[in-house]
């Protein structure tokens, strides 16, 4: 495949921006049925090309058809769907309860689209991470610009082909390019960016935004600990967080980063990853029957390696590499300073530090940048408590790893520095949409507003 992605040109970037902003004044993409007909054309076009989404993504990260297909394709339908079965009600102008002296007042909150809105996705997910807050800024009635991200050329030369021949050109537009083309568009003003990416670029972003007031929402990364319990079923921990740390190969935003694990049970629970690393790649995750994907480029792979060839820590799993490919490595006996432990592992290696109980766990965890997911593995409701009271993180998740993205009824966005805003499901529709507060006062209430008028007498005053 290896397609040399076409980068759209800095003329074009001002036209296309300005062709969808006549789109939004002339309020053809405000009516319902015209939402939902482009999210039936974008579930369309999921279903539709799910064989060339996959090549595209097992050309540019090698990641296996199953993963897209489960992770990408499936829940991008659902998303969709969901939003075509409720977008009538979350547009619906809401009656709040007022009290009873402005009853007259038809006080309503009107649920107003915010404008034209610019997505940038990262390589990672390239088309759930398009897609899902897409599909809320079309539920709200925003047009939109898409900007893929560069480093899967494949990927985004398809949602550039593709999403013309499904939804409306004039208001939903893919732009390619790097950071020029990026700082281009970001000079222009939006309604709403919506940003999921690394955190330098976040910042990037964020101070482009402030120049136009454009609200933001940053969707960034961090490490995620998992915390293992000495109460929890220790095999079932060690098989699940491998479970986690597999996906795209750790090239994952809630990929468990590092494990805390109490010394009493770190002996079970090594055997446990081993006898599960095992079980799931009988040769190595590297041998060509294990749809074992590669880092994005050379850049993320001599960068993984390093942490892992810099590590004070034991390589105890994987360890092998070959050109392209790092195989899933377990390195133990790491301390808080270790170079695994200095940014965002974002690649398949866990590290594991061992520690004296939870409570240890939990104020390592606590001294550190917040992190997107907190995971802990745990029977007890008292961990469960002092998790909830004592940490923060973007998401809290007990007993199971990146399966908990399925809950779409809850926020999901990072707090601290793993960024700021949330969505999913209606809260994605929420953030495209401004809430337009609205009251009409009747000229019947006037003798009602008798006091209010000067001159304010003392009898005023007092009454
Ligand atoms: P990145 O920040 O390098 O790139 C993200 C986007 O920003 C891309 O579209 C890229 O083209 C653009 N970009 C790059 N440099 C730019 C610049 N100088 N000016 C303007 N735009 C620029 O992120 P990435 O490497 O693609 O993705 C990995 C990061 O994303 C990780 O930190 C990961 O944790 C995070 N992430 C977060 C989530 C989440 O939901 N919170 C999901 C996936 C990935």
Same mark, same amino acid.
């Given at each position: 495949?290896? $397609?040399?992605?076409?980068?759209?040109?800095?003329?074009?970037?001002?036209?296309?921006?300005?062709?969808?902003?006549?789109?939004?004044?002339?309020?053809?993409?405000?009516?319902?049925?015209?939402?939902?007909?482009?999210?039936?054309?974008?579930?369309?076009?999921? /279903?539709?090309?799910?064989?060339?989404?996959?090549?595209?993504?097992?050309?540019?990260?090698?990641?296996?058809?199953? +993963?897209?297909?489960?992770?990408?394709?499936?829940?991008?339908?659902? =998303?969709?769907?969901?939003? &075509?079965?409720?977008?009538?009600?979350?547009?619906?102008?809401?009656?709040?309860?007022?009290?009873?002296?402005?009853?007259?007042?038809?006080?309503?909150?009107?649920?107003?689209?915010?404008?034209?809105?610019?997505?940038?996705?990262?390589?990672?997910?390239?088309?759930?991470?398009? @897609?899902?807050?897409?599909?809320?800024?079309?539920?709200?009635?925003?047009?939109?610009?898409?900007?893929?991200?560069?480093?899967?050329?494949?990927?985004?030369?398809?949602?550039? %082909?593709?999403?013309?021949?499904?939804?409306?050109?004039?208001?939903?537009?893919?732009?390619?390019?790097?950071?020029?083309?990026?700082?281009?568009?970001?000079?222009?003003?939006?309604?709403?960016?919506?940003?999921?990416?690394?955190?330098?670029?976040?910042?990037?972003?964020?101070?482009?935004?402030?120049?136009?007031?454009?609200?933001?929402?940053?969707?960034?990364?961090?490490?995620?600990?998992?915390?293992? *319990? $000495? *109460?929890?079923?220790? *095999?079932?921990?060690?098989?699940r967080t491998l479970y986690g740390k597999l996906q795209n190969i750790g090239q994952?935003?809630?990929?468990?980063?590092?494990?805390?694990?109490?010394?009493?049970?770190a002996p079970a629970f090594r055997e446990s990853l081993a006898k599960w690393h095992?079980?799931?790649?009988?040769?190595?995750?590297?041998?060509?029957?294990? /749809?074992?994907?590669?880092?994005?480029?050379?850049?993320?792979?001599?960068?993984?390696?390093?942490?892992?060839?810099? =590590?004070?820590?034991?390589? &105890?799993?994987?360890?092998?590499?070959?050109? %392209?490919?790092?195989?899933?490595?377990?390195?133990?006996?790491? =301390?808080?300073?270790?170079?695994?432990? /200095?940014?965002?592992? @974002?690649?398949?290696?866990?590290? &594991?530090?061992?520690?004296?109980?939870?409570? +240890?766990?939990?104020? @390592?965890?606590?001294?550190?940048?917040?992190?997107?997911?907190?995971?802990?593995?745990?029977?007890?409701?008292?961990?469960?408590?002092?998790?909830?009271?004592?940490?923060?993180?973007?998401?809290?998740?007990?007993?199971?790893?990146?399966?908990?993205?399925?809950?779409?009824? &809850?926020?999901?966005?990072?707090?601290?520095?793993?960024?700021?805003?949330?969505?999913?499901?209606?809260?994605?529709?929420?953030?495209?949409?401004?809430?337009?507060?609205? $009251?009409?006062?009747?000229?019947?209430?006037?003798?009602?507003?008798?006091?209010?008028?000067?001159?304010? $007498?003392?009898?005023?005053?007092?009454?």
């Amino acid at each position: 495949m290896a $397609t040399e992605l076409q980068y759209t040109s800095l003329d074009e970037l001002k036209s296309i921006y300005d062709r969808l902003s006549a789109t939004y004044k002339s309020g053809v993409t405000r009516p319902v049925a015209y939402r939902r007909k482009q999210l039936i054309q974008l579930a369309r076009l999921m /279903q539709d090309n799910q064989n060339a989404l996959e090549e595209a993504q097992l050309a540019d990260l090698g990641k296996p058809r199953f +993963e897209v297909s489960f992770a990408e394709v499936s829940p991008v339908i659902q =998303s969709a769907l969901h939003a &075509i079965e409720h977008v009538e009600e979350w547009a619906r102008p809401e009656k709040p309860e007022v009290e009873a002296w402005r009853s007259s007042w038809d006080t309503t909150v009107y649920k107003v689209p915010k404008g034209v809105a610019l997505i940038i996705s990262p390589y990672n997910y390239p088309y759930i991470l398009s @897609f899902n807050p897409m599909i809320g800024a079309i539920a709200a009635g925003c047009p939109v610009v898409l900007k893929p991200s560069e480093a899967v050329p494949n990927c985004a030369a398809l949602l550039a %082909k593709l999403l013309p021949k499904y939804l409306d050109p004039n208001a939903y537009a893919v732009v390619n390019g790097g950071p020029t083309e990026t700082t281009t568009v970001l000079g222009f003003r939006w309604a709403h960016i919506f940003f999921t990416g690394g955190i330098k670029v976040g910042q990037i972003v964020a101070t482009a935004a402030a120049k136009h007031i454009t609200p933001v929402t940053l969707e960034l990364g961090g490490k995620s600990p998992v915390i293992v *319990d $000495t *109460d929890c079923d220790v *095999d079932l921990a060690a098989k699940r967080t491998l479970y986690g740390k597999l996906q795209n190969i750790g090239q994952l935003c809630v990929s468990p980063d590092y494990v805390l694990v109490p010394r009493s049970i770190a002996p079970a629970f090594r055997e446990s990853l081993a006898k599960w690393h095992k079980d799931f790649w009988p040769e190595t995750p590297l041998h060509p029957s294990s /749809q074992w994907g590669k880092m994005v480029n050379s850049a993320h792979y001599k960068r993984v390696k390093g942490l892992i060839e810099r =590590s004070n820590g034991q390589v &105890i799993l994987g360890g092998d590499v070959d050109e %392209k490919r790092i195989s899933l490595t377990v390195v133990s006996g790491v =301390s808080g300073n270790d170079s695994l432990m /200095q940014e965002e592992n @974002f690649g398949p290696v866990l590290p &594991i530090i061992e520690v004296e109980n939870v409570d +240890e766990a939990i104020e @390592f965890v606590a001294e550190r940048p917040i992190p997107l997911v907190l995971y802990a593995f745990t029977r007890s409701e008292e961990t469960k408590q002092k998790l909830i009271e004592k940490t923060n993180s973007g998401r809290l998740a007990l007993n199971d790893t990146f399966t908990m993205l399925a809950a779409h009824e &809850i926020p999901f966005g990072g707090h601290g520095h793993s960024g700021y805003g949330s969505y999913y499901g209606q809260e994605t529709f929420e953030t495209f949409t401004h809430r337009r507060g609205f $009251t009409n006062v009747p000229p019947e209430m006037e003798p009602a507003f008798g006091l209010r008028y000067p001159p304010y $007498t003392e009898e005023k005053y007092k009454a």
